[in-house]
């Protein structure tokens, strides 16, 4: 599918995230082990934000879509 192609073109990491990936940061922020943990924000998009500097013009700015 192109579209969905075309998206994935755009994520750094190389694919969609998967279920259990995004489940693996919820279990982990519900663990102990995250205890010392507070006030986080989980960006979990596979650096899609993160694709250019915000000073590029082509910030968010989508390709082969």
Partial sequence: DEARNGIIANIPLGHIGQPKELAAIALFLASDEASYVTGAEVIAEGGFS????????RYMGMKNI
């Fill in 50 to 57: 993160n694709r250019y500097n915000r000073s590029d013009k």
